[in-house]
């Protein structure tokens, strides 16, 4: 089982890359887990036509423990095994320990063990990267953090300061960074500006999406590109990626 973490600055496109990346690898034949660790639940909403699920912490609060496995789960596009953390009561309680408490439970009720993915990935709001948020690196939970950015300064700062936590992390056994994709917002300089960070932190850049309204277009149908028009040069690009990440972590797979 390969487990990766998705780390990147709020508002970066994260979450629609990882949909996308979970739907393409789905139909090269791999069983995806696809975890949202943000309070937002909305990792997973391209995956499914569901407009509310469940979230772990929503259910945690309602039914302490007395609930199934199943009840936490959403079975998406192609299979996609869909999960979100949710997050406290606005105002109340602490974002990082939904995260937490969400993955405790997914260990304690055998999810792993009862759907068998292939690949876990970890959708994690990245602005912020102490307790609950810096749970998915830890030892057990994903081997490999990759970080999305853009040219913008703050992506920048964002993707810097995560992988200076990935660095200090890594005497711990933590998850191991894995590299950098450039999601592009065609700012000046952008490629120079990543490739640049990605030599400061020992890392480089594994995959580039173009700036494009195929995206948006796929997202106001509420699907991924991969599924809403998969002929598309999006969908390719998305798919390269799956593969270069999939081969990072050791494994070789064509999805095109």
Known sequence: MIKIAV?????????????????????????VMQIGCDPKAD???????????????DLVRTNKNNFKLEDMVTVGYNGVICVESGGPTPGLGCAG????????????????????????????????????????????????????????????????????????????????????????????????KVEELARDINSKIIGILDRSGIVQQAEALRKTVIEAFPQSDMAKQYKRLAESILRTCGKEISCL
């Open 97 to 192: 320990r939904g995260i937490i408490t969400a993955l405790e439970k997914l260990k304690e009720k055998g999810a792993y063990e009862v759907y068998k993915p292939d690949v876990v990935i970890y959708d994690v709001l990245g602005d912020v990267v102490c307790g609950g948020f810096s749970m998915p690196m830890r030892r057990g939970y994903a081997d490999k953090v990759f970080i999305i950015t853009s040219g913008e300064n703050m992506a920048v700062h964002a993707a810097a300061n995560i992988a200076v936590a990935v660095e200090n992390f890594k005497n711990r056994g933590y998850a191991e960074l894995g590299g950098l994709i450039l999601n592009k917002r065609n700012v000046k300089n952008e490629y120079d």
């Open 43 to 57: 990792s997973t909403v391209l995956l499914h036509d569901r407009v509310n699920v469940n979230t772990v912490l």
């Open 7 to 31: 780390y990147g600055k709020g508002g970066i496109g994260k979450s629609t890359t990882v949909s996308n990346i979970s739907a393409a690898l789905s139909e090269s034949g791999v069983k």
